[in-house]
């Protein structure tokens, strides 16, 4: 049976609203380049050779995990981000592509000194070849399968790319270099967000990685100051309703829901079930995708057994009342067996088929 | 000012990360003729000692870390020669690297800042590092521990080709695995002798294993 994008659209709709939904609990994966090039055998260079090739394998890759999400994954802020800042700074070199997973920039190359970054110039983003093939197979996407597609920005997750661990010096010795680092990044990630725009159309929501939000790297007070000032002028700027993705290991997501008007939150820690219960009561009205589903975990290192428990643990505890997607966070590497990766989806039906059956 | 007086100023610029103060007074205690070992155990290490501390108890973050790290290095580098003359030994020899396939060195380059500031000898291989790599340095320098870091899941898996091949070509030193990503159920799967996802926490455990070996 062909896969009903229009139900998934549906599903996932319904959750973030708050009711029940049409048939089940939504299943929200990230599929990573890795798991594309796996599902497809296409390497990331043939991926990225056309819009059609790349978007085609992305359909075919969410339709064989029978997700309810679909979305090009190059498209978010990070490497892809680093190699537009690499290509406007003539700083290409640094870029380490591999045949079947993203390419990598080396941390901090871009900008080694304090120079770097007062001559930082911001990438166009529609004169990149690689965002001008990702926007463009994310356009291809939305106009085969109807499914609405969201643009992905980043304000940390690029510092970090760019600056690397000096980044966290300067944040003690030279904040205001940082922060000037931080305000270029946003202006390309506007340019990123208006670029998505002329060609995919208004992305009434966006997809933005937080990676600033994690306990054991700056206190919540410098997070706000590096990248939650930010999304609160990206949100003032565009009006789109924000989902903050966090795979760190301790973020702040209730400083975060506290602090910043989030529609949805995407992470897999903390494990304690018992601690994402209570944020579901603290915070109603915002949409959990994940939970404490770690691919580093129960998917890498258990059974099919682990991962449905793990699945029916996540639904029983909080898929009651919508406002639920089962995700596994992050991406799903090649070192996670299919077995255990196919097991979401059953586990899902098993246990996520309404009426639920509630912990 | 007495030695004790040099001492806890030392310890103090230690804790608050600043390279110039401790500077100052690291050179007041050579010239004091203070014992190098007293000033590497009872300022430098217990400085850092305090700012763990504090790091667990979440009132430091990476960032203090960092630049107490740069402070200890930075007295290391006054003090490595006296404790040489005084034939005080290094901690122990560390090899470091991130895997094949991962460019992500900040988590490294914290650790190895921590070690440097506490008496090991680092050699960092650096990132993006092949098993073949780990294992010619392996034998080439007979570290007593060897570090392998990693950011991304993906790296799991070269994590193990690199500790499957040091394993085969019989290198005998401690392996400690690094990263967020890790767990004690991971740990084994990759077939480590330990684990950590915690820079700070990384290096009382390499302390440990130094001190049980």
Same mark, same amino acid.
């Given at each position: 049976m062909p896969h009903d994008w229009e139900a998934s659209r549906r599903r996932i709709g319904a959750t973030i609203a708050g009711s029940r939904g049409i048939d089940r609990v939504p299943y929200f994966p990230i599929a990573c380049e890795e798991i594309i090039c796996r599902v497809s055998g296409k390497t990331f260079r043939e991926l990225l050779s056309s819009p059609k090739i790349y978007g085609n394998a992305a359909i075919m890759t969410y339709e064989f995990l029978k997700a309810d999400s679909l979305a090009i994954p190059t498209a978010y802020a990070g490497p892809a981000e680093a190699l537009a800042f690499a290509e406007a700074n003539n700083k290409e070199d640094i870029i380490k592509w591999s045949d079947y997973k993203v390419f990598m920039a080396k941390q901090g190359a871009i900008c080694k000194t304090e120079e770097d970054i007062e001559k930082l110039e911001i990438p166009d983003h529609c004169k990149i070849s690689l965002w001008d093939t990702c926007i463009s197979a994310v356009d291809f996407i939305r106009e085969k399968t109807r499914y609405p597609q969201s643009c992905a920005l980043g304000i940390w997750s690029v510092v970090q790319e760019l600056r690397g661990v000096q980044a966290y010096r300067d944040m003690r010795k030279n904040p205001d270099l940082l922060l000037q680092l931080c305000e270029k990044v946003y202006q390309s990630q506007m340019d990123l967000y208006n670029f998505y725009n002329e060609r995919v159309g208004p992305s009434p929501t966006i997809f933005f990685t937080g990676y600033a939000f994690n306990k054991h790297m700056m206190s919540f007070e410098d997070a706000m100051k590096y990248e939650g000032q930010f999304i609160k002028r990206l949100q003032n700027e565009t009006k789109a309703k924000i989902m903050l993705h966090n795979c760190g290991t301790s973020p702040y997501f209730d400083e975060i829901c506290d602090n910043l008007d989030i529609f949805a939150i995407n992470g897999s820690h903390p494990l304690d079930i018992e601690y994402w219960v209570g944020f579901k009561e603290r915070h109603p009205g915002v949409t959990i995708v994940g939970a404490n589903i770690d691919v580093s975990r129960e998917l890498l290192n258990g059974t099919p057994l682990d991962v449905e428990e793990k699945v029916k643990e996540n639904i029983t505890h909080l898929g009651s009342g919508g406002r639920y997607a089962v995700g596994p966070i992050c991406c799903l590497p090649w070192g996670v067996s299919l077995n255990n990766i196919m097991t979401i989806p059953k586990a899902i039906k098993k246990w996520g088929t309404y009426p639920l059956q509630t912990h | 000012m007495n030695d004790d007086d040099i001492l806890e100023k030392l310890r103090n610029s230690i804790v608050k990360g600043n390279s110039e103060e401790a500077l100052n007074f690291i050179y007041k205690a050579i010239d004091a003729n203070i014992d190098p070992k007293l000033i590497l155990n009872e300022a430098l290490i217990r400085g850092a000692d305090e700012v763990g501390m504090k790091y667990e108890e979440g009132e430091y973050f990476l960032g203090d870390l +960092?630049?107490? &790290?740069? &402070?200890?290095?930075?007295?290391?580098?006054?003090?490595? *020669? $006296? +404790? %040489?003359?005084? $034939? #005080?030994?290094? +901690?122990?020899?560390?090899?470091?690297?991130? *895997?094949?396939?991962?460019? #992500?060195?900040? @988590? $490294?380059?914290?650790?190895? &800042?921590?070690?440097? @500031?506490?008496?090991?000898?680092?050699?960092?291989?650096?990132?993006?590092?092949? *098993?073949?790599?780990?294992?010619?340095?392996? %034998? /080439?320098? /007979? *570290?007593?521990? %060897? @570090?392998?870091? @990693?950011?991304? =899941?993906? =790296?799991?898996?070269?994590?193990?080709? =690199?500790? =499957?091949?040091?394993?085969?070509?019989?290198?005998?030193? $401690?392996?400690v695995v690094g990263g967020g990503i890790l767990s004690e159920q991971s740990c084994k799967y990759i077939g480590a002798d330990a684990w950590t996802k915690d820079g700070w926490k990384g290096v009382k455990l390499i302390k440990d294993l130094m001190e049980a070996n």
């Open positions: - | +960092l630049l107490t &790290a740069d &402070a200890m290095n930075d007295c290391m580098d006054v003090v490595k *020669p $006296k +404790l %040489i003359e005084e $034939k #005080h030994e290094s +901690l122990g020899k560390i090899v470091i690297g991130v *895997p094949e396939g991962d460019l #992500h060195d900040i @988590g $490294k380059s914290l650790v190895i &800042a921590l070690l440097q @500031g506490q008496g090991f000898d680092v050699i960092d291989l650096g990132v993006d590092v092949p *098993p073949e790599k780990f294992v010619e340095v392996a %034998i /080439n320098e /007979n *570290p007593d521990i %060897i @570090g392998i870091s @990693g950011l991304l =899941t993906m =790296t799991i898996s070269k994590m193990i080709e =690199t500790v =499957t091949m040091l394993k085969r070509k019989g290198i005998r030193a $401690k392996i």
